[in-house]
């Protein structure tokens, strides 16, 4: 099974322009990004998607594989298809499994990745997958900024929202309280087939891609990680997750041709 990473970043995020060259302890975030996720064993290359080139530049100067893509993709999945065909004709063959990686996730580990994949190793029929991980608190329950996501006994997704889902208003203190968590592995030709599909009505309202598989009458696996994670989607995030990576074990890891 031949799987590579993508990660797709761009600097005109609406809430936080110039996101991914942000920098948490001297080292942008997508940076982080692509040290953690190429430690990853399992996967053949990881890559950097990009329209803008002074992100492509920054990756570059680190070692990294990056790859430039049109500016006018809307979707973190578009500019990830795109940069496939790029490397598959690059590479002169075809991937199996594209993992794409979100560049506001710099606290990914290599075991996360590893989680992510090994559910294509044991089912044929599943197609993509997505982890999840706890919540620890109700204020992050109520952050729109993280997706939650309820699941059915299979592990199976049965919706995403930004929304707190399930709903704690009918006398629960307790509920199961998971949130996406933005490493995706999709099947190479069910990365295709996911961008042909038309945007749904949930996945507009949401504002999660994950929507469109579901309503269009197909599976998302998800898979429990015990992993520590963060997004960033603003400033005070940046900070937040900067404090959560005080004393990170992986930072010291990182390699780059310069060092």
Same mark, same amino acid.
């Given at each position: 099974?031949? !799987?590579?990473?993508?990660? *797709?970043? @761009?600097?005109?995020?609406?809430?936080?322009?110039?996101?991914?060259? !942000?920098?948490?302890?001297?080292? *942008?975030?997508?940076?982080?990004?692509?040290?953690?996720?190429?430690?990853?064993?399992?996967?053949?290359?990881?890559?950097?998607?990009?329209?803008?080139?002074?992100?492509?530049?920054?990756?570059?100067?680190?070692?990294?594989?990056?790859?430039?893509?049109?500016?006018?993709?809307?979707?973190?999945?578009?500019?990830?298809?795109? !940069?496939?065909? /790029? &490397?598959?004709? =690059? &590479?002169?063959?075809?991937?199996?499994?594209?993992?794409?990686?979100?560049? =506001?996730?710099?606290?990914?580990? *290599?075991?996360?990745?590893?989680?992510?994949?090994? *559910?294509? #190793?044991?089912?044929?029929?599943?197609?993509?997958?997505?982890?999840?991980?706890?919540?620890?608190?109700?204020?992050?329950?109520?952050?729109?900024?993280?997706?939650?996501?309820?699941?059915?006994?299979?592990?199976?997704?049965?919706?995403?929202?930004?929304?707190? &889902?399930?709903? @704690? /208003?009918?006398?629960?203190?307790?509920?199961?309280?998971?949130?996406?968590?933005?490493?995706?592995?999709?099947?190479?030709?069910?990365?295709?087939?996911?961008?042909?599909?038309? %945007?749904?009505?949930?996945?507009?309202?949401?504002?999660?891609?994950?929507?469109?598989?579901?309503?269009?009458?197909?599976?998302?696996?998800?898979?429990?990680?015990? !992993?520590?994670?963060?997004?960033? =989607?603003? %400033?005070?995030?940046?900070?937040?997750?900067? #404090?959560?990576?005080?004393?990170?074990?992986?930072?010291?890891?990182?390699?780059?041709?310069?060092?």
């Amino acid at each position: 099974m031949k !799987a590579i990473a993508i990660i *797709p970043a @761009r600097m005109g995020s609406s809430r936080f322009p110039g996101k991914p060259l !942000a920098k948490i302890h001297g080292i *942008p975030m997508v940076g982080h990004c692509y040290y953690r996720t190429q430690m990853c064993k399992e996967l053949f290359n990881t890559y950097v998607a990009t329209c803008d080139k002074v992100i492509y530049d920054y990756i570059k100067s680190i070692g990294g594989n990056a790859v430039m893509t049109s500016n006018v993709h809307e979707r973190a999945s578009d500019r990830t298809a795109e !940069a496939m065909l /790029k &490397i598959e004709a =690059d &590479i002169g063959e075809k991937v199996d499994i594209v993992v794409l990686v979100q560049g =506001d996730e710099p606290m990914v580990t *290599p075991e996360m990745i590893e989680q992510s994949l090994k *559910p294509f #190793k044991s089912d044929k029929e599943i197609n993509v997958v997505n982890l999840m991980a706890d919540m620890q608190t109700v204020l992050e329950f109520e952050n729109p900024s993280e997706v939650k996501v309820v699941v059915n006994k299979y592990s199976e997704a049965l919706y995403f929202s930004r929304e707190g &889902i399930p709903s @704690r /208003k009918k006398g629960f203190d307790s509920v199961p309280m998971l949130k996406q968590v933005c490493i995706i592995p999709f099947k190479r030709d069910y990365l295709l087939k996911f961008n042909n599909m038309h %945007e749904t009505d949930l996945e507009r309202i949401e504002s999660v891609d994950m929507m469109r598989v579901l309503e269009n009458g197909e599976k998302v696996h998800m898979v429990k990680t015990e !992993a520590k994670s963060f997004s960033v =989607d603003t %400033e005070e995030e940046l900070i937040f997750v900067e #404090k959560q990576m005080v004393n990170d074990p992986l930072i010291s890891q990182y390699k780059t041709d310069n060092g």
